[in-house]
């Protein structure tokens, strides 16, 4: 079989990486994607963090920080107005 006959090697695609609309709700998101998200400036963020208001958070052995996606869903859903 000659190198031109053979058929081209398939890559794998994940869900994710063809823009999918649904997010994994195990996503770990770094605070600059919820700054992105909410449009907020990272102070807003650690200013809400100071006050006990932000969502909560995990705290990596590097001292970063990252957000569940699951959790800020949640977080957000709590702040609706009852309209």
Do not use: H
């Not at 058929?7 to 770094?30: F, I, M, N, Y």
């Not at 990596?60 to 949640?74: F, I």
């Amino acid at each position: 079989m000659k190198r031109s006959d053979r058929p081209a090697p398939t890559k794998s695609v994940k869900l994710a990486e063809v823009g999918s609309s649904v997010p994994d709700p195990d996503e770990k998101l770094t605070v600059a994607d919820i700054c992105r998200e909410l449009k907020i400036a990272p102070s807003t963020f650690y200013d809400w963090r100071q006050k006990r208001l932000a969502p909560p958070c995990l705290t990596l052995p590097n001292g970063q920080l990252r957000v569940v996606r699951r959790d800020l869903d949640s977080w957000l859903s709590g702040r609706r107005d009852a309209a």
